[in-house]
């Protein structure tokens, strides 16, 4: 009762956050929404027992959001990913687009025969899937997961050229602050 209680609020959780990536009004409220519903997504699959997929699937998502947050600093600064913006572009053409694929996949799924199942399912689901998706990678992606925290930390480091312990001294008590250009922030 509790693991299906569980289960649908992360459901409503991950589609209502999912609808939020296309109500708010900049890139960076963007992000965080998605990656809220891919968090939401991930813990769900381990609800259902996937824990390798969805485990994955938690810290495939956070990694791609962490990377965008990074190129989102890098190369607009913090203050341009929070401007106002809209999220969707040609909102007529893609109303008719997904409406008509929802009711083609719809269809699909309610009128065609599904297949029976031929044989049994593996022992432990999860590692045969993890051994179908991975194979012999596996230790690659165990050994480079670290790698790529590096090089994501490195970035957020190399894009912000000024720290606050640059305007307000070693001990953030230098007020004001040093600013080489005045309206703080680089602004």
Same mark, same amino acid.
């Given at each position: 009762?509790?693991?299906?209680?569980?289960?649908?609020?992360?459901?409503?959780?991950?589609?209502?956050?999912?609808?939020?990536?296309?109500? &708010? %009004?900049?890139?960076? *409220?963007?992000?965080?929404?998605?990656?809220?519903?891919?968090? @939401?997504? +991930?813990? $769900? /699959?381990?609800?259902?027992?996937?824990?390798?997929?969805?485990?994955?699937?938690?810290?495939?998502?956070?990694?791609?959001?962490?990377?965008?947050?990074?190129?989102?600093?890098?190369?607009?600064?913090?203050?341009?990913?929070?401007?106002?913006?809209?999220?969707?572009?040609?909102?007529?053409?893609?109303?008719?687009?997904?409406?008509?694929?929802?009711?083609?996949?719809?269809?699909?799924?309610?009128? &065609? %025969?599904?297949?029976? *199942?031929?044989?049994?399912?593996?022992?432990?689901?999860?590692? @045969?899937? +993890?051994? $179908? /998706?991975?194979?012999?990678?596996?230790?690659?992606?165990?050994?480079?997961?670290?790698?790529?925290?590096?090089?994501?930390?490195?970035?957020?480091?190399?894009?912000?050229?000024?720290?606050?312990?640059?305007?307000?001294?070693?001990?953030?008590?230098?007020?004001?602050?040093?600013?080489?250009?005045?309206?703080?922030?680089?602004?």
């Amino acid at each position: 009762m509790l693991v299906d209680i569980g289960f649908w609020v992360l459901a409503v959780l991950a589609v209502a956050s999912a609808v939020l990536v296309f109500v &708010v %009004d900049s890139m960076a *409220r963007a992000t965080y929404a998605l990656a809220v519903s891919f968090v @939401a997504v +991930g813990f $769900a /699959l381990v609800l259902l027992q996937q824990n390798y997929v969805g485990v994955v699937t938690v810290l495939m998502m956070l990694m791609e959001m962490a990377v965008m947050a990074v190129y989102m600093v890098m190369y607009m600064g913090m203050n341009p990913a929070l401007m106002p913006m809209s999220m969707v572009h040609g909102k007529r053409a893609a109303l008719a687009v997904s409406g008509a694929a929802f009711v083609v996949l719809g269809a699909g799924a309610l009128l &065609v %025969d599904w297949p029976v *199942r031929r044989g049994v399912p593996a022992p432990d689901v999860t590692a @045969a899937l +993890g051994e $179908a /998706l991975m194979g012999r990678q596996m230790l690659v992606m165990v050994v480079i997961s670290p790698v790529m925290v590096a090089t994501i930390v490195g970035g957020v480091v190399l894009a912000a050229h000024r720290t606050r312990y640059d305007r307000f001294g070693d001990d953030l008590r230098r007020r004001p602050a040093r600013d080489p250009q005045r309206g703080g922030v680089g602004r």
